[in-house]
Nanobody
């Protein structure tokens, strides 16, 4: 089982920046997939923000390319999401996500979520 604990988020003005952190209870190399999703107000589904697969390449949603950067620190078992030039449409609850290297079918883990609010 993997536990993910998020921190960061908050309220920021348009054009501002915020950073999110997600501490995992296992070593990052033991995760085959990890990333960030968000759920906007009034939306039922979570939208992919950024994900890194086994090839080590980070894939971003078109809406955040050039503004958001996902990174990780293996020594701290933590992944990060740096968000720059935030816009009102970025307002959402942000969740980190991970799938273990050895996982049962459909096994996945989520953080508790952290609110990001961008005011205009």
């Amino acid at each position: 089982q993997v536990q993910l604990v998020e921190s960061g988020g908050g309220l920021v003005q348009v054009g501002g920046s915020l950073g999110l952190s997600c501490a995992a209870s296992v070593d990052i190399p033991r995760l085959k997939r990890m990333g960030w999703y968000r759920q906007a107000p009034g939306k039922d589904e979570r939208q992919l923000v950024a994900v890194i697969l086994g090839d080590g390449i980070v894939r971003y949603a078109d809406s955040v390319k050039g503004r958001f950067t996902m990174s990780g620190d293996n020594a701290k078992n933590t992944m990060y999401l740096q968000m720059n030039n935030l816009q009102p449409e970025d307002t959402a609850v942000y969740y980190c996500y991970a799938v273990p290297l050895i996982a049962s079918r459909n096994e996945e883990y989520w953080g508790q979520g952290t609110q990001v609010t961008v005011s205009s």
